[in-house]
């Protein structure tokens, strides 16, 4: 398994994984690309849109993945200002994204892909908004949370008792992963995590 900073790992996928199996000279984001059944392609199409929209941010797996070792993942979770939200929605829905609203998120896809885009609608997160850093995610440029708000929008996420227990310990993973390579953050995590790292 290679990681790069580009959001995600490349490793070997089965055939019935993706239409095509990565060749070992395809690039990051082509991996994704063929991965996801066209990831890439749907995510520079978003980046486009937000971009038009004034303040966005990236935040969850692929946020955190800027910050420390990557991992795989086919979420890509983000913050607007919440003024746009309506409008981004109706540009998404133009470009031929399916649009879902639920209770704490609105979730956008591109039919046959697997990139699975959320956008929060808690509006603890609006604030992220003000404390961003660039960093290339997929080949696109683009603003992502800082740390700190990073840790903050995974502790209040891993203490959502609602979604599925693999979600929680995902959210339970970006942490430690966090913590063994920023000790000084620890702190703000609850002492059930904190403490797993204490003993390493």
């Known amino acids: 398994m290679t990681c790069h900073r580009f959001g995600f ?3 070997r996928v089965e055939a019935a994984t993706s239409r ?11 991996v994704f690309e063929s991965v996801t059944n066209g990831g890439s392609s749907d995510f520079a199409l978003l980046v486009q849109i937000l971009d ?4 966005w941010c990236l935040v969850g797996g692929l946020a955190v993945n800027c910050y420390v070792e990557p991992v795989f993942t086919m979420d890509a979770d983000i913050v ?3 003024t746009e939200l309506s409008a981004i929605e109706a540009q998404l829905i133009a470009e031929g994204f399916s649009v879902e609203k639920h209770p704490h998120s609105v979730n956008a896809q591109m ?13 603890r997160y609006q604030e992220f908004l003000a404390d961003t850093q660039a960093f290339q995610v997929l ?3 683009v603003p992502v949370a800082s740390l700190k708000n990073i840790v903050r929008g995974k502790v209040w996420a891993w ?3 609602k979604p599925r227990l693999s979600k929680r310990k995902k959210d339970e993973l970006d942490l430690i992963r966090i913590g063994e390579g920023y000790p000084d953050l620890r702190n703000m995590m609850p002492p059930v995590i904190s403490g797993q790292l204490e003993e390493n």
């Open 9 to 11: 790992c490349v490793y």
């Open 20 to 30: 095509r199996t990565p060749h070992k000279n395809m690039t990051a984001t082509e």
């Open 52 to 55: 038009r929209y004034g303040r």
């Open 80 to 82: 607007v200002s919440a």
């Open 111 to 123: 039919k046959g892909s697997q990139l699975r885009i959320q956008f929060t609608v808690d509006p």
């Open 139 to 141: 080949g696109e440029q």
């Open 159 to 161: 203490g959502d008792l």
